[in-house]
Nanobody
Framework: QVQLEESGGGLVQAGGSLRLSCAASGRVFATYSMAWFRQAPGKEREFVAATRWTGTTTYYADSVKGRFTMSRDNAKNLVYLQMNSLKPEDTAVYYC???????????????????WGQGTRVTVSS
């Protein structure tokens, strides 16, 4: 099992940057595919970015492509989401999620992920 804890959220002006972190417990972090999702008020939780456990491929939602970068540091059990050129529509609670490598995995599928953090709030002012 793995436990996840996000940090790094906050209030930022449009055009600014934030870096979110997700700290994972467990000795086999490297065998989990990881993702970021977000949920804006009154909206469904949506996919942001994901990386396969092998680290070979990273996927992004069209809405963040070119602005957000996801990375992972297996030695530190950390996943990051660097968010640049932030827009008011990026305002949401951001969640880190993990999927065991043995499970069937669709990068942008919520049901692929069995482990979730509590979320960190990002507010982008115009």
């Amino acid at each position: 099992q793995v436990q996840l804890e996000e940090s790094g959220g906050g209030l930022v002006q449009a055009g600014g940057s934030l870096r979110l972190s997700c700290a994972a417990s467990g000795r086999v972090f490297a065998t989990y595919s990881m993702a970021w999702f977000r949920q804006a008020p009154g909206k469904e939780r949506e996919f942001v970015a994901a990386t396969r456990w092998t680290g070979t491929t990273t996927y992004y939602a069209d809405s963040v492509k070119g602005r957000f970068t996801m990375s992972r540091d297996n030695a530190k059990n950390l996943v990051y989401l660097q968010m640049n050129s932030l827009k008011p529509e990026d305002t949401a609670v951001y969640y880190c999620a993990a999927a065991d490598y043995r499970s069937s995995w669709t990068p942008n599928g919520r049901m692929s992920y069995g482990y979730w953090g509590q979320g960190t709030r990002v507010t982008v002012s115009s």
